[in-house]
């Protein structure tokens, strides 16, 4: 096998949207450093059962609710 040709996997924590935290491994950043989640289960639509918007983010959603708003009719 060729050396050094993987990544660096070490230990992080992940800060979730509600304040929680747990560590995990990963090649994120370098050892000890916090990944801060936007988006995670407890606040996407996906798993949320869509009570929730997500941010239109340069009007994405905007532009494509206009293209395709009345594919499929009413």
Known sequence: ?????????HTITVKLVD???FTTRSTYG???????LDIDPSSH???TGGDRQLMDRG???????NKF????GK
């Open 45 to 47: 639509p996906a798993w």
């Open 1 to 9: 096998m060729k050396q050094d040709i993987h990544p660096d996997y």
């Open 19 to 21: 304040g929680s935290e």
């Open 59 to 65: 009007g994405r959603v905007s532009r494509f609710t």
């Open 30 to 36: 370098s050892e000890g450093d916090t990944l801060q």
């Open 69 to 72: 708003g009345g594919f499929l």
